[in-house]
């Protein structure tokens, strides 16, 4: 940290105290129940309740949107969410819930909404007064995006929209959406436009929200669908037929290679457990029996802890690089390798952690008996979601392979 510290403009020293200062002087008192281990594995409005006002807190003490204009809500400042991000997770504060809002909403209602939009909208998603959800992936959209098929009908100034997302994280409590829609059939790229959609104040009437249960019994994600909803013509974001472009903004800023920095996802739960972070493996490994010892007595074992380890820490030393110019020369690179090579690793650790665990690691995270409160397993299982989530890593192996080391396209 001190290394960041010295990096600092005059700006974002003065910035940094500011955080460091609020946060010593403003604990969080703790949650009233289980946090879930990310923002998209949300389930009860207890937990959103308590994180939402953590993160109207950290608004109201200008942690969130710093760098956006002070007429959109934000601070005016330069360079500044980098640091509240390092300060925020330095103090081990939990995730901010509207994440799919803050890390691709508004930079791209930033980016191309009218002024009215960024302004009428914008301060309302930093507080967390309204929480955002992404719709673009559809049932037969998801890799090839540009299949999208939910149409949007121009009727004068306004637009009637029908069809069907799917995999739409937090659409169980969001008020509005990011929408990528057909708006002509005849033409694939150039067809699609970007709209926002108020979806909350029409639920039950031209939107339905149905939650969808994973594997762990959360309920992360939805199907939604839309019935002839009409909204005005100012909540498109972009030109007619641009859609495909506008999404490229949030896109890129889900992969976190955008141009406007965003809050980071952050941690769930009690910061003291290092879930999913390979060297929380340590203290599993001391504390898990083994043969009358502990798994930690294991040479074998201690030598793949170290490997992940070894990994982990390669891939955090590799992001630092984003601060050489010289090897930035295609803003995708480092974004994309550390999405890749941290989920990999992220379920690479869980599954060790199941193994040291042994049969105990069968318990669900519900189960008294379950060792740390059943999280490794609960990780592992979630850990599937993030290789695809945003793009499968596949994906971005075909991106990195094709645009970033220029080698041929795949068919
Ligand atoms: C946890 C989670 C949260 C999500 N949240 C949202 C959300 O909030 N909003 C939203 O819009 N979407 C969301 N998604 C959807 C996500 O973007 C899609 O699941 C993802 O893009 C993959 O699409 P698909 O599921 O249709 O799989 P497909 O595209 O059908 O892919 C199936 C398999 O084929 C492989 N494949 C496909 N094409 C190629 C190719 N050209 N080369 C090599 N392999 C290929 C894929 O890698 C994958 O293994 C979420 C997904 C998850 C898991």
Redesign the pocket.
């Known amino acids: 940290m001190s290394e960041e510290r010295s990096r600092d403009t005059p700006e974002q020293a003065e910035f940094r105290s500011h955080c460091r200062a609020w946060l010593t002087a403003n604990p969080l008192p703790d949650a009233p129940v289980r946090l879930p281990q990310s923002a998209?594995e949300i389930m009860h409005t207890a937990q959103l309740d308590y994180l939402r006002e953590w993160q109207r807190l950290a608004y109201a003490a200008g942690l969130i949107g710093c760098d956006y204009p002070v007429a959109e809500g934000g601070g005016g400042r330069k360079d500044c969410q980098i640091v509240a991000n390092q300060e925020m997770q330095r103090a081990g504060r939990p995730f901010l819930p509207n994440i799919?809002g803050l890390g691709m909403a508004a930079p791209t209602i930033h980016l191309h909404g009218t002024q009215t939009v960024r302004e009428t909208l914008l301060p309302r998603l930093f507080s967390c007064a309204d929480i955002w959800?992404?719709?673009?992936?559809e049932p037969g959209a998801?890799?090839?995006l540009a299949n999208v098929q939910t149409f949007a009908e121009r009727r004068g100034e306004r637009w009637v929209i029908n069809g069907h997302?799917v995999?739409?994280?937090l659409a169980h409590f969001a008020d509005w959406m990011i929408l990528l829609a057909r708006s002509d059939r005849t033409n694939k790229y150039e067809g699609m436009t970007y709209f926002v959609v108020p979806i909350k104040a029409e639920l039950g009437r031209a939107v339905t929200v149905r939650p969808l249960i994973k594997i762990t019994g959360e309920t992360?994600?939805n199907e939604v669908f839309f019935d002839g909803l009409e909204i005005p013509d100012d909540y498109r974001v972009g030109a007619v037929g641009q859609g495909w472009q506008v999404a490229q903004t949030t896109l890129l800023h889900e992969r976190g290679a955008g141009p406007m920095v965003t809050p980071s996802s952050g941690r769930g739960g009690d910061p003291d457990r290092q879930i999913a972070d390979a060297y929380g493996l340590i203290d599993l490994a001391r504390t898990s029996p083994r043969a009358g010892k502990t798994a930690a007595d294991d040479p074998v074992l201690r030598d793949r802890i170290m490997q992940l380890i070894i990994r982990q820490e390669g891939s955090r030393q590799g992001a630092r690089r984003a601060r050489v110019p010289a090897l930035c020369e295609h803003p995708q690179r480092i974004p994309l390798q550390a999405k890749l090579v941290m989920s990999e690793i992220r379920q690479d650790a869980c599954a060790l952690a199941m193994e040291i665990q042994g049969a105990a690691s069968s318990f669900a995270f519900s189960d008294a008996n379950a060792p740390d409160g059943g999280e490794w397993a609960l990780g592992y299982m979630n850990s599937y979601?993030?290789t695809?989530?945003?793009?499968?890593n596949?994906?971005q192996r075909?991106i990195l392979g094709e645009r970033v080391l220029g080698l041929a396209k795949?068919k």
């Open positions: 998209i799919l959800c992404q719709g673009f992936s998801g890799s090839d997302k995999w739409t994280s992360g994600f979601g993030v695809i989530a945003a793009g499968t596949e994906i075909n795949s």
